[in-house]
C-alpha cells in the first residue's frame, strides 16, 4: 500500500440528496465519464496492475473514496462488482498501457 492515499475532494453531484432523487423514481442511472483516478504513485499503481491486483487498487479509487466520505452525492446508488482492469490508454496495437503523459490509471468510466 505504500505510495497510495485516499482522497478527500468535495466534489458535489447537485444540491439535492441522492435520497430524494433514488426515491422518486423506479430507475435512476448516473453514468458517464467521471475521470476518476486511482490516488497513488505511477509505478506502485502499474505494479499492481502487471500482477492483477484490482481489490488492492479499488481500496484508492477516488470516486469510491469521495462516496464512502459522503462528499460525493451517491452513496444510495450502487455500482457493479468491479473485476477487470482500469479504462486506459494503451499504445496502439498491443495491450500495454501509455503512460508517457503522466496519468495514473483509473475506473473512469461508471454506471452507477
Do not use: H
Not at 60 to 87: C, H, R, V
Amino acid at each position: 500500500m505504500e505510495g497510495l492515499k485516499k482522497t478527500s475532494s468535495s466534489s458535489q453531484v447537485s444540491e439535492k440528496s441522492d435520497s430524494e432523487l433514488t426515491l422518486k423514481f423506479d430507475f435512476c442511472l448516473v453514468m458517464g465519464d467521471f475521470n476518476y483516478r486511482i490516488n497513488g504513485d505511477l509505478s506502485y499503481v502499474s505494479s499492481c496492475l502487471k500482477q492483477n491486483k484490482f481489490e488492492e487498487l479499488l481500496k484508492f479509487d477516488q470516486m469510491q473514496n469521495e462516496i464512502s466520505a459522503g462528499d460525493l452525492k451517491l452513496k444510495n446508488f450502487s455500482e457493479g462488482e468491479i473485476k477487470f482492469p482500469p479504462t486506459f490508454k494503451f499504445y496502439v496495437g498491443t495491450n500495454i498501457y501509455n503512460y508517457t503523459d503522466g496519468k495514473i490509471p483509473g475506473w473512469t468510466d461508471r454506471i452507477m
